[in-house]
């Protein structure tokens, strides 16, 4: 693999999760399902839900349960992957959290 390869993976998953987590956490407050004042009892457990439904996928492909392309055998990769969408649905979660304080 090419030495920018590794950050390329950890920004791309990172940025995709970001984008899911805020967009659920953001649609589930704008529904009403979700108060943005229960950040221990309501918002903390969906953004920990979040963050392990979006690293699963590099994890199940990096073991043989999901079909990969070569490269996502790979320690390394799978590890950029993991990280760049764990921290990415967790931060995207906060985010629509505190757009929703912020904003209301």
């Given amino acids: 693999m090419e030495t920018h390869a590794l950050p390329d993976q950890f920004f791309k998953s990172w940025v995709l999760s970001f984008l ?3 967009g659920v956490v953001g649609a589930l407050q704008a529904m009403d399902l979700l108060s943005p004042e229960h ?16 690293s699963i996928d590099p994890v199940l ?7 990969a392309e070569i490269e996502q055998r790979w320690g390394d990769y799978t590890i ?4 760049g969408r764990a921290t990415g649905a ?10 929703a304080v912020l904003g209301g």
Avoid: D, E, H, N
């Avoid at 492909?61 to 079909?67: A, E, H, S, T, W």
């Avoid at 950029?80 to 990280?83: E, N």
């Fill in 20 to 22: 899911v987590g805020a």
């Fill in 39 to 54: 950040v221990l009892t309501r918002q903390a457990p969906v953004w920990v839900a979040l963050m392990f439904l979006c």
């Fill in 61 to 67: 492909r990096y073991f043989g349960v999901l079909k």
């Fill in 80 to 83: 950029a992957s993991v990280l």
């Fill in 90 to 99: 967790l931060i995207g979660g906060v985010f629509a959290w505190g757009f």
